[in-house]
């Protein structure tokens, strides 16, 4: 616990909040994620993870280990926008590939309009794209 | 003071996203369908990274940082390969 005595108290209070505010956010994220009812709406939840509970998180840690070791230190920064790059590349995919698979299956969980295969036209363009 | 704020704030914060990782671990449990486990193992990657740089702010100590770092990594690909294997049946065409 030494390294954690040295910090001046201006700086472990933004420091404890951002951390708070990230554990808490992820927490809600969690809970949101086990009680919505539906696949589609299930996908929103963890992306309180992957924002600002990521963010709060991330920003604490730099802010203590610039003031530990320091000097200006960023690479915390590169988890962030690691994590800013892949999460929604993730979440399309997982959310077309259930679209797919309800859409082979016909389930009564999406609307009537999406039920539809498409039509040969675009689902030709949409092969040749890939 | 400023120690004890901060040992306050990290014990809660490993506390709650333990916490979080249970209740994700819950959903890969119960999840009725093989997408819900894909996206409750996703979301529990992302807790763990937290949970890694949090103890490592708590420890003071670097190691840590790399090991959020890989987790993040292969939580990407993981989960990459899981939606292609849902989408198509197969990782690599």
């Not at chain 1, 590939?97 to 039920?115: F, I, V």
Request: hydrophobic letters at 55%; one cysteine or more; a neutral charge.
């Amino acid at each position: 616990m030494t390294p954690l005595a040295a910090i001046p108290l201006w700086l472990a209070l933004p420091i404890a909040f951002l951390v708070m505010l990230g554990a808490t956010l992820t927490l809600i994220g969690a809970i949101g994620f086990l009680r919505l009812g539906n696949f589609y709406d299930r996908l929103h939840a963890p992306t309180l993870a992957t924002s600002w509970g990521m963010g709060g998180i991330v920003l604490g840690s730099l802010l203590l280990a610039t003031q530990v070791e320091g000097r200006i230190i960023l690479h915390e920064l590169v988890i962030a926008f690691a994590i800013l790059i892949t999460a929604p590349v993730t979440l399309m995919l997982l959310g077309r590939a259930a679209l797919h698979r309800d859409r082979s299956e016909g389930s009564a969980q999406l609307p009537e309009s999406l039920r539809q295969r498409r039509s040969p036209e675009t689902a030709e363009n949409s092969e040749s794209d890939e | 003071m400023s120690a004890a704020i901060l040992t306050f704030a990290l014990g809660y914060a490993q506390l709650v996203l333990s916490l979080a990782a249970c209740v994700a671990g819950v959903r890969i449990l119960r999840g009725p369908r093989a997408q819900d486990r894909v996206l409750a193992l996703d979301a529990l990657y992302i807790i763990v990274m937290l949970v890694f740089l949090v103890t490592g702010m708590q420890l003071g100590t670097m190691f840590f940082f790399e090991a959020a770092m890989i987790v993040a990594a292969m939580g990407f690909v993981s989960s990459i390969a899981l939606a292609k294997f849902l989408f198509r049946g197969e990782v690599i065409e």
